[in-house]
């Protein structure tokens, strides 16, 4: 019997795959991938995935939403009361993609009001009871605070981790899982390698990204679930311990993380 997987983090809303979402489920199935969580990132991307949620959730697809941080606007009331009733939906499962990111943003004003609506898409999954999806792209400082003085009582994954293992470390303390992508396949993959070597299993979740991150050997082309295997793969040859056993932690985590049937 093949390893089961899940893919803790993709974008099958996204319009790359407007052509054959179907059949992209059913080759991550074909692969051992057998549940995934679609991250909205916008108030449409998030309406698509609740929508995905609805036809695919008994093919084991699941939604989050969120506004990302790229998509910043002020949030008022209405968008709070939009987001709180998509996760009444069966198969919602969290709040993301919400975080920071100061890589694309240089204006101050603009990283303020990325914190600002941060800080109140994880104050609404406390109110919901529900975990979060953490974007954090050269903001590891101001990610780290946030967390350590608005994030408790809730708990998350920071997606497709960057940090050093210092402060890998720092977020596991916090409560808080890190998820592992594409980059760990890459010759450039920095710390991540000492990082999945270091930071114990129970704390390691596996993800795609997908369109994006895309694993070796499909750089350079489109990413999708079935890839997620290259990358547990990957972090079962750092650790030194067989992919069966990173297939069953992460699977584990995943399903223990955001409640999955």
């Known amino acids: 019997m093949m390893a089961e997987l899940v893919d803790s983090h993709t974008h099958l809303n996204s319009t790359k795959f407007q052509d054959d979402v ?4 059913e080759r991550a199935h074909a692969a051992g991938v057998t549940r995934l969580i679609n991250m ?12 995905l949620a609805a036809q695919y959730g008994t093919r084991g697809v699941y939604a989050a939403v969120g506004i990302h941080p790229e998509e910043a606007f002020e949030l008022t009331g209405k968008e709070d009361a939009q987001l709180a009733d998509w996760t009444r939906a069966e198969h919602v499962v969290a709040i993301g993609e919400i975080g920071l990111d100061y890589y694309w943003e240089k204006d101050e004003g603009r990283r303020a009001l990325q914190r600002r609506i941060f800080v109140r898409q994880l104050d609404l999954a406390r109110q919901l009871h529900l975990p979060v999806c953490i974007h954090d792209r050269e903001a590891h400082g101001d990610t ?3 967390l350590k003085k608005e994030g408790h ?3 998350g994954v ?10 890998a470390k720092e977020t596991v303390k ?3 899982h890190l998820g ?3 980059p760990l396949t890459y010759k450039n993959a920095a710390k991540l390698p000492e990082i999945v070597q270091e930071i114990p299993l ?25 890839y997620v295997r290259y990358v547990a793969e990957k972090m079962a040859a750092f650790r030194g311990i067989p992919f069966e056993a990173v297939a069953e932690a992460t699977t584990a985590n995943a399903v223990r993380l955001y409640h999955l049937a």
């Open 202 to 226: 129970e704390w390691l979740l596996v993800e795609t990204d997908a369109p994006y991150m895309t694993p070796v050997p499909f750089r350079g082309k489109r990413n999708e679930p079935a």
């Open 144 to 146: 780290l605070a946030i």
């Open 40 to 51: 909205g990132d916008t108030l449409a991307s998030s309406a698509r995935a609740v929508e």
């Open 158 to 167: 920071l997606h497709c981790f960057s940090g050093s293992l210092e402060m």
């Open 174 to 176: 916090l409560g808080y």
């Open 22 to 25: 179907g059949e992209t489920i």
């Open 153 to 155: 009582g809730i708990e």
């Open 180 to 182: 592992v992508d594409g």
